[in-house]
């Protein structure tokens, strides 16, 4: 629970004076404004395993329990938001593992593409696939300098499903979607503000955060009942299309990686990023 968090502490980061840190994900709270940082913790990349989403799931359910007035996400790490899925999770998958993976994922973004506040994240570096997603279902974006961003899924020979392609369509025009999901396409920081994929450019870390904070606060005068009831209008049909699917959307991802092709492609494309460093 995040009331626990709400306690009075010494303060230790700037305004932001309350803190839980689990190894995956961890949680500042502003006391004064109700505002959460939210970082996910899991070196080097942020790769999404079960225990990672479903860390960042219970906070974002926490965070909603506890009336939370605003959600930061970023990344403990100096130049990656998140590299997306972990892609060793699903390079010769144990079946079973995969299925909790997608399901996890399916769950976290449920809850934080329909938050009842508002969401920011912000991207003090790459944000590439399931990392891409994570930006998407927040309603602000903004991004430091010589970054990448994007649904490379195509190139991975897989096809975004549905409500992927929602959370990028609530935030593209419709010819930049098909652009940018037919082309698999990872686009620069000044690309991605360009097409609206990001909102705004920060010069580091900090400001990322300092920017989010000054994106939430323009709702303090907005009715948080309002808020919550007008997102749900906004999103909720995306939202009610896979929970009424969930099955189905699951063996399409089950199908789409456990395809030979898809998996000779992971083998070269994971020596591909080892062999960077030789
Ligand atoms: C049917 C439904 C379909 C779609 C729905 C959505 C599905 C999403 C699927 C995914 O999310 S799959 C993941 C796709 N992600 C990527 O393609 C990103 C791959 N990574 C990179 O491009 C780069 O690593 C980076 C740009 C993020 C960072 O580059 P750099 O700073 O140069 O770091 P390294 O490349 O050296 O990476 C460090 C270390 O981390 C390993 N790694 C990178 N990405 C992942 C990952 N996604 N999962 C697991 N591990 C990853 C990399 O191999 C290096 O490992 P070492 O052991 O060599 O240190």
Known sequence: MISFLMRRTIPRCRAYSSQTTSELTK??????????VVTLNRPPVNGLNVAALRSLEKVIGDLETNKCKGLILSSSSKNIFCAGLDLTEIYKPDQEKLKSLWT???????????????????????AIA????????CDYRVMVP????????TELGISPTAWIIASMQNVLSK???????????????NQALEIGLIDEIANDKDETIKKC???????????????????RELRGKAISELTSNRQGDLQFFVDSINNPSVQKFLEKYLQSLKSKKN
């Open 175 to 189: 010819r930049s979607v098909e652009l940018a999901l037919l082309q698999g396409r990872i686009y620069k920081t």
């Open 213 to 231: 904070e000054e994106f939430i606060a323009k709702y303090s005068r907005v009715q948080s009942l309002a808020f919550s009831l007008t997102k």
């Open 27 to 36: 949680v500042e709270v502003n006391e004064k404004t109700g505002v959460a």
């Open 104 to 126: 996890a994922f399916q769950d976290l973004w449920i809850k934080l593409y329909g938050a009842s506040f508002p969401t920011t994240a912000a991207l003090n570096g790459h």
């Open 146 to 153: 010589n970054s990448s961003i994007g649904l490379n899924e």
């Open 130 to 137: 399931g990392g891409c997603v994570l930006a998407l279902s």
